[in-house]
């Protein structure tokens, strides 16, 4: 069995009271959930939104990563900082990243090394456009996203990650996938992988991100190789976010 996770990523949105609430809403409903729920909200609420999980077993996040060690890169983060103010988790190539500030697939890859060197989880963001996806593409796209990563790092870097399947055409829109065709991606990506290796493929966490809200959660979430969500706008609302952390608990 695999460990199911929910995580939320809060993307450019609240301030500090806004942080404390949902913190303090979501860790009081979740603690009944055997799933792993991750925050990940932005940068400058890292530290403080790791003082309020102290004895929670919610777990930290950061957005995106540097794909440098150190030194003279203003306004980057490092995989050691992330580390050091308590992250477990960074999300790498989402697909806000790969569109809106040109991060390709190498760029990716080099980040997802920077994260695994210091010990964080990545989350590989990988998914096809809509125009990709009409021209019966999706599975050859994903694939070539996650074969950059194994020819950068090799396919045992895979064990300390997750990927999150998440359509671009679903990704805020309110269109999600439906459960079938998460599941036909998430089984070719596994599929492939099992190929490659077969305990990777086997053990490795396949989350679906894109418009899941409360109502389509469990749905989704009942496909045999989706082991949870990468949610956004839906992550922002207490109640919402803590109905989807719910939804494995009633799926089996
Ligand atoms: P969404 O975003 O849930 O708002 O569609 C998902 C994501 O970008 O991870």
Redesign the pocket.
């Known amino acids: 069995m695999r460990q199911t996770i929910v995580m939320g990523?809060w993307?450019m949105n609240g301030l500090t009271e806004k942080v404390k609430s949902l913190i303090s809403d979501v860790s009081r409903e979740t603690n009944s959930t055997s799933t792993n729920v991750v925050v990940i909200p932005p940068y400058p609420y890292l530290a403080l939104v790791r003082s309020l999980l102290v004895n929670t077993p919610i777990c930290l996040g950061a957005q995106s990563v540097s794909e440098f060690q150190q030194g003279a890169y203003t306004g980057e983060i490092s995989a050691d900082m992330l580390a050091d103010v308590g992250c477990q988790y960074v999300l790498v190539g989402?697909?806000?990243r790969r569109q809106l500030f040109a991060e390709d697939n190498a760029t990716v890859a080099r980040k997802f090394k920077q994260a695994v060197e210091y010990g964080l989880t990545p989350v590989l963001c990988i998914g096809e456009t809509l125009e990709a996806r009409e021209q019966n593409k999706t599975i050859q796209i994903v694939v070539s996203q996650i074969q950059a990563v194994i020819d950068l790092c090799g396919i045992e870097a895979l064990n300390q990650s997750v990927i999150a399947y998440?359509p671009v055409w679903?990704?805020?829109?309110g269109k999600t996938a439906t459960p079938e065709q998460a599941q036909a991606v998430h089984q070719a990506i596994r599929g492939w992988l099992t190929e490659k290796n077969l305990e990777i493929g086997q053990q490795i966490r396949i989350l679906y991100?894109?418009?899941?809200n409360g109502s389509n959660a469990q749905s989704i979430f009942s496909m045999p190789d989706v082991d949870g969500g990468?949610?956004?706008?839906?992550s922002l609302k207490a109640h919402e976010f803590v109905t989807i952390c719910h939804s494995f608990d009633t799926t089996d």
């Open positions: 990523n993307k989402h697909s806000e998440e679903a990704i805020g829109t991100g894109g418009s899941v990468l949610i956004g706008g839906a």
